[in-house]
C-alpha cells in the first residue's frame, strides 16, 4: 500500500451523490445496447472531444469535429485543427489504457499534443503557474518535483478502497494541481478521469462528461480553485460527482425508450431482475406476489426483460430456471 494519499473528506454529499449515481446507472441498463451503437458512440464521443476543446479555447463546434473525423476540408487554424486530431487519436485509444500505469497517461498527453509540443508525452521542465480571472491563480509544484509527485499519486490510485467513482474526481484534481505538462494538462486530466470512470462501468466509455463540463466551465474552475483555496480536493469531488450525475440525467432523459408502457416502472424490472438473482428458481406468481402485482402484469414485466435480453429462460417454466444477463 502506498503511504501517500491525497487530502479530501467523505462527505454526506458525496455518500448520496455516489449513491444516486449508482442507482441512475442500474436504471440506464434499459438502454445499454442503445448506447453502444457504433452511431451513438461516435456522436457522443464528438460531443467528449468537442467540449474538453472548447474549454481549452479551441472554437470547433460538433459540426467541424465531425468533418476532421470524416476526412473532410474544415477552416481553423493550423493549432485548433492539431488539437481536433490529437484529441481524436487519444480518445479512441480510451478503452485501451490501463488507468493505473503512469506510461499510458504519458501515451495520452502524447497523442494529444503530438503535432503541437516537441516534449509531448514527456513532464515539463519549466516552472508553470495556471492563470485565472485575477492573474495567476495556482503556482504549480516545481519541475523536479514532477515525477515524484505523479508516481505516489499513481501509487495511490493503484492501492486506494475508495469507490472508484470518487478517486476518478480526486486523481483529477490532485494531476490538475501537479499540472505536469507544459500545456495539455486540463484536457489530460479530464480524459484520464473518463478512463477511471470506464474502468468502473463501461457505460462511461459512452458518455460524454466533458461536454456537460463544458456546459458549467465557470463552475468547474471554481470548483478548482475552491480546493486549492483549502488544500484538498473536496469540493471538486462534490462537483465532478455532480457533473456525472447531471451527464447520466441527461443520457437517460435522451435514450430511454419512449415506448417503455407507463405501467412497467423501471425500478419494479430492477426489482424482479434483483430476485431472480437471489432465486433462480422463483415463479412468476411468486414474483407477482412479493411485488404486490397481477400474474398478468409480471408476465407482462418479464416478457419487457426478455425483450432487453436482460434476462433467459433456462429450460421448462416447471423445472427450468432463470438466468440474469451481466448489467453494464
Given amino acids: 500500500m502506498s503511504s501517500y494519499k491525497p487530502p479530501y473528506t467523505i462527505t454526506n454529499k458525496i455518500l448520496k451523490t455516489v449513491s444516486n449515481i449508482v442507482e441512475l446507472i442500474s436504471e440506464l441498463n434499459h438502454v445499454k445496447k442503445e448506447l453502444a451503437t457504433p452511431k451513438l458512440r461516435k456522436k457522443n464521443r464528438i460531443k467528449s472531444i468537442t467540449g474538453t476543446l472548447q474549454i481549452e479555447g479551441n472554437s470547433f463546434t460538433e459540426e467541424k469535429v465531425t468533418n476532421v473525423i470524416n476526412g473532410k476540408t474544415v477552416l481553423g487554424t493550423v493549432r485548433e485543427i492539431e488539437e481536433v486530431k490529437g484529441a481524436i487519436e487519444a480518445y479512441d485509444y480510451l478503452e485501451k489504457y490501463d488507468y493505473k500505469k503512469e506510461k499510458d497517461l504519458l501515451l495520452a498527453h502524447k497523442f494529444l499534443m503530438q503535432n503541437i509540443l516537441n516534449n509531448a508525452g514527456s513532464y515539463r521542465h519549466s516552472n508553470v503557474g495556471v492563470g485565472g480571472k485575477d492573474g495567476v491563480t495556482h503556482v504549480a509544484p516545481p519541475p523536479n518535483m514532477v515525477p515524484q509527485l505523479m508516481g505516489d499519486l499513481f501509487e495511490w490510485l493503484k492501492d ?11 486523481f483529477h484534481y490532485e494531476f490538475e494541481f501537479i499540472h505536469p505538462f507544459s500545456d495539455g494538462n ?26 456537460v463540463v463544458r456546459e458549467n466551465q465557470e463552475a468547474y474552475y471554481k470548483a478548482l480553485e475552491d480546493a486549492g483555496s483549502i488544500g484538498e480536493s473536496t469540493p471538486f469531488v462534490e462537483f465532478m460527482l455532480e457533473i456525472i450525475l447531471k451527464t447520466l440525467t441527461k ?47 409480471i408476465k ?25 444477463i451481466d448489467e453494464i
Wanted: glycine letters at 6%; one cysteine or more; a positive charge.
Fill in 160 to 170: 486506494t478502497d475508495d469507490h472508484l467513482l470518487v478517486a476518478s474526481c480526486v
Fill in 251 to 297: 443520457v437517460k432523459k435522451e435514450n430511454v425508450p419512449k415506448n417503455v408502457p407507463k405501467n412497467v416502472p423501471l425500478k419494479r424490472l430492477d426489482k424482479i431482475v434483483n430476485m431472480m438473482k437471489k432465486d433462480k428458481s422463483i415463479t412468476a406468481l411468486e414474483l407477482a406476489d412479493k411485488l404486490g402485482v397481477t400474474d398478468k402484469t
Fill in 186 to 211: 486540463g484536457r489530460v486530466g479530464r480524459l484520464w478521469q473518463s478512463v477511471i470512470l470506464n474502468q468502473y462501468k463501461s457505460i462511461f466509455g459512452a458518455i460524454p462528461i466533458e461536454s
Fill in 300 to 324: 407482462r414485466d418479464i416478457a419487457k426483460l426478455k425483450d432487453e435480453k436482460r434476462v433467459v429462460r433456462v429450460g421448462s417454466l416447471k423445472s427450468g430456471h432463470w438466468e440474469v
